[in-house]
């Protein structure tokens, strides 16, 4: 890995790196659709006694305007999200069709890694969510390849979609900055991803299964040394009469230069940032069932993730995060009730402002999320 890492910056400038995926692109024949999102959301939390005593908050989620559309062979795709005091842009990009098998596409694009879309089913999203691995979006070039069952995505990545001092951003990065009195001067630069994926289709179903690979430096701007970075994953999206089951197991590690503590590396998403074991492997079991009705449809699902650290300190504990919950879509609304439990991990859990770190208060945590959207 660490000679490939040499080459990353080359390999950014040769013209394979022009190839770019379309999985963000629902573009209109010639022309462009510009459509949007407003979501409020109410939250209680079991272990907060304010919350107890208010009987939860009900609060501004978010709002969204999204431009998709195509011309001729051209094409953008885009999404900018407004929340409460700050804002951020979710992705946006250009893209151009080669031929019906490949298409180019330049800009914020999503990160080819894992299940492709979301590893998850809930509001919460994920514990690949928390480590930089779902949904993620970033800075540069990507192709992606398909012909019959068979789906290919390369991407080349400058750097993330914004500084790595900023913690206002809807994908989560490596951070520059303090967080529990560590000081951080780290950034991503230079990664390369491939995604491969097989799609199996039977009577009442579909089975899409997936391997990918990350490897890309993280640099180090207090001393001008870089350090190294790489996740490997392999993955099962599985359908079969309104039954859903998605798989996925994976391995990071970040190994940032001149670290402090070369067990842990801090990240920031929305607006906030924490510490997550530099090295671990991170598994996902999400089980679903879709019931239609004449109205719409609710999909119930559990989603499971578990984080285990394999770092050299023996105190780091293992994360858990267990979602059961039910989306309930009906025309342009869209609900999602999630029930969540949380052990010694970030967002889910009391005072835990870490993922895979040593556990700070024993047990699991229990919360409920609503939100609520309108989609137009």
Do not use: C
């Not at 990353?8 to 692109?25: E, K, W, Y």
């Amino acid at each position: 890995m660490m000679n490939i890492l040499k080459f990353l910056p080359l390999v950014l400038l040769t013209p394979a790196s022009l190839f770019t995926s379309t999985a963000q692109a629902e573009a209109a024949e010639d022309g462009i659709n510009i459509s949007g999102t407003l979501r409020v959301n109410y939250g209680y939390k079991d272990y907060d006694e304010v919350s107890k005593d208010k009987l939860g908050d009900f609060t501004f989620d978010m709002a969204a305007i999204k431009f998709n559309g195509k011309l001729g062979d051209w094409g953008i795709a885009s999404e900018y999200r407004f929340l409460d005091g700050w804002n951020m842009l979710r992705y946006g990009y250009g893209f151009y069709d080669v031929n019906p098998e490949w298409q180019i596409q330049l800009g914020v694009t999503q990160v080819p890694f894992g299940n492709p879309g979301f590893a998850s089913n809930s509001y919460w999203f994920g514990v690949p969510y928390y480590l930089g691995f779902e949904d993620d979006y970033d800075l540069g070039a990507k192709g992606v390849y398909s012909s019959g069952a068979w789906g290919t995505e390369i991407a080349v990545f400058k750097n993330a979609e914004y500084g790595a001092s900023r913690n206002e951003r809807y994908a989560t990065d490596i951070y520059t900055g303090n967080v529990n009195g560590t000081d951080y001067y780290n950034e991503e630069t230079n990664s390369f991803n491939i995604r491969q994926t097989y799609e199996l289709t039977y009577e009442g179903g579909r089975t899409l299964f997936g391997a990918s690979a990350m490897v890309g430096q993280i640099y180090n701007s207090n001393t001008g040394n870089n350090g190294d970075r790489y996740a490997f994953a392999l993955s099962m999206d599985s359908s079969y009469q309104g039954w859903g089951l998605q798989l996925q197991a994976m391995q990071y590690e970040y190994d940032a230069a001149d670290a402090v503590d070369s067990n842990k590396i801090a990240m920031s998403v929305y607006a906030w940032q924490y510490e997550i074991a530099s090295k671990a492997q991170a598994y996902s079991v999400n089980l679903t069932k879709t019931v239609d009705f004449d109205w719409g449809n609710i999909k119930f699902y559990n989603d499971l993730g578990i984080v285990t650290p394999d770092v050299a300190d023996d105190s780091f504990d293992t994360s858990y995060q267990n979602i059961t919950g039910a989306a309930i879509s009906s025309g342009p609304m869209y609900t999602m009730i999630d029930f969540i439990m949380g052990k010694n991990m970030y967002a889910s859990t009391r005072g835990t402002n870490h993922v895979g770190l040593p556990e700070v208060y024993d047990g699991w945590d229990k919360r409920i999320n609503i939100n609520f959207g309108y989609y137009f």
